[in-house]
């Protein structure tokens, strides 16, 4: 039992920094932890989607409050982000009421960060920020255990599940990164083409 919530700690702990410092692979994190909990005792997998929604939750409100500190600074010098037309619209978006953006962003690869920049920018308050996130962070941290989950059905091997369901997160994470970036190509035709 204290190896499990030491684990689960661990979960917490490397969600939480992956989501301040996104370079951390978080969502593959999630699935892993949750194909070995469902190899090892099934019920622990609802401690994974527990941890892994209080890593994201935390983070994004870390990740929230600097960038509400430096929003549009952060915006003008991160030309990743997409620039500050990119900002301005979602901008716009959040401060007509559309907190729903929060719950898509956080399941798109690569559209967390421009959404809560723009949310900062465009001066949500915390406390609204705080509610909308929390369903948000829970229903991604659902997502990525049933990806591990998923694995664990297929492979009879923990080893074998964790690496699937590793392999499943970062082709789908980047073939939707290889999609959105095709779509947003000045000079790329329409589709049905």
């Known amino acids: 039992m204290t190896a499990t919530l030491g684990a689960l700690g661990g979960l917490v702990l490397v969600v939480l920094f992956g989501s301040v410092v996104p370079v951390v692979p978080t969502g593959a994190a999630v699935s892993g932890a949750a194909a070995l909990a469902a190899h090892q005792h099934p019920v622990t997998v609802v401690f994974v989607v527990i941890a892994g929604a209080i890593g994201a939750y935390v983070g994004d409100l870390a990740t929230y409050r600097m960038l509400g500190w430096g929003g549009e600074r952060v915006a003008r010098r991160l030309p990743w982000l997409g620039g500050a037309q990119r900002v301005g619209r979602v901008s716009a978006q959040v401060r007509e009421g559309r907190v729903s953006m929060l719950l898509v962003s956080r399941l798109i690869p690569g559209g967390r960060l421009p959404v809560l920049l723009a949310a900062a920018v465009a001066g949500l308050a915390w406390r609204r920020f705080a509610v909308a996130n929390a369903p948000a962070s829970l ?15 297929i492979f009879p091997e923990p080893w074998q599940s964790v690496v699937a369901a590793i392999l499943i997160v970062v082709l789908v994470s980047r073939g939707l990164g290889w999609v959105s970036r095709r779509r947003a190509l000045p000079g790329s035709p329409p589709a049905g083409l």
Do not use: E, H
Request: proline letters at 0%; glycine letters at 14%; aromatic letters at 14%.
């Open 139 to 153: 229903l991604w941290s659902v997502l990525y255990a049933a990806i591990g989950v998923v694995g664990r059905a």
